[in-house]
């Protein structure tokens, strides 16, 4: 008698909703960041603190997430992930209706423990819904549509949330009062719909997530390890790694959350064009991470890496020397050539730990920590050299070098 396999196609359609939507919701802060600053009349240091939110939760939020999967499983941490996640999202609402940051940060401080619940569940158990064979491709189809959420994402924020009005200091003080508190009344309310909308929808996925029936998988006891955290340390290329991993986020982070300012100030085009190469800079980050995977198979990783990270140590000179639609092509080319960063520094990293396998990729993982670090120094710099964006950027070209550093030497297993 023929055995029924079941059928995962609803849960696997509705985890790789998941994907999506943390992708969305990460790309938005690309254009939440100079639109909250002009809303609410920041520094750039101050507009830089919706990244360290984000990732200070997803630092703080990694560790206790593993342990609400294990005591409650995929499905439940699924359903808890949903509901943080929507209520930092309506936390948009009052804190738009009283122009209040402190709200706004609380808010995505909260969507940040939210995404983390998620990405720890979605991940590994996108690889269970289905034949173990195939589950390697399932992760990589769900996760290319975190790759599309980088386009679209930008693309929604800049119809809905960017205005294309900009005041600068002296103009919005020469507005009589009445004018100047209804122009950041409106500027602050039109994050509301996208937020309320994207609130209300992660509520009807949690709801079908409540009442469909779900696989739970268990995990394999598979004894006591004897790696350590310690013992993964001794390695000199996984220390490497982490530094490495902290300082590619750092330059990640900063090149997109100045990408819309940079755009405007030295590439002359308007608010609302650099809202939409925002999103085609999300496109070629997504080209890039394939082309350079398909590179790889004839390309030794850490040289693919030291390459690439010698593009983007070029493309930042271009950035801050270069003007016009120059600075608009080098960020361009830092979204391709920053693409397979990430994991390839990872892979490096793990490489041949054996027993401390697991600890060590939790090490690089809380290295996204830079992600909360680099953004605000630059906004610090960018503050004290009057408002000069292009300067700002030598804060990833340096990191940019650290990261050449681990694919031409650091990368190497001690003897």
Known sequence: MKENKPNYLVPFVLVTCL???????NNLNGILIPHLRKAL???????????????LAYFLGAIPAGLVLKKFGYKKGIILGLLVFSLGAFLFVPAANSRTYGIFLLGLFIIGIGL??????ANPYATKLGDANDATTRLNLAQSFNGLAAFLAPMVGTIFILSG????????????????????????????????????????????FMVLKFPEFKEEDQGETTGSI?????????????????????????????????????????????????????ILFMVGR?????????????????IYAAMCILLSLVAVYAD?????????????????MFPTIFSLGINDLKENTKPASSLIVMAIIGGAIFPVIMGYIIDNSNDNIQVGYWVPLVCFIVVLYYGLVGHKKAA
Not at 197 to 204: C, E, H
Not at 240 to 268: E, K, N, P
Not at 324 to 340: C, H, P, Q
């Open 230 to 282: 310690g013992g993964a340390l001794k390695h000199k290329h996984l220390t490497w790694a982490v530094i490495a991993q902290l300082f590619y986020v750092g330059a990640q982070v900063c090149v997109t959350s100045f990408f819309v300012r940079m755009a405007i100030s030295g590439g002359g085009v308007d608010e609302k064009t650099a809202g939409y190469y925002l999103g085609i800079y999300g």
């Open 116 to 121: 983390t619940i998620l990405e720890t569940a």
């Open 41 to 55: 009349q920041l520094s750039n240091m101050q507009s830089t603190f919706v990244d360290t939110a984000v990732y």
């Open 165 to 208: 009005k900009e005041y600068s200091s002296s103009d919005l003080n020469l507005l009589p009062e009445v004018e100047k508190i209804a122009y950041l009344t409106s500027e602050a309310a039109s994050v509301k719909m996208p937020y309320m909308i994207l609130g209300g929808f992660l509520l009807v996925i949690a709801v079908l």
């Open 290 to 306: 394939f082309l350079g995977t398909f590179i790889m198979k004839y390309l030794a990783p850490a040289k693919l890496l030291s």
């Open 324 to 340: 016009g639609k120059n600075v608009v092509l080098a960020l361009g080319g830092l979204g391709f050539f920053m693409s397979i």
């Open 19 to 25: 994907f999506f939507m943390w992708g969305f919701a």
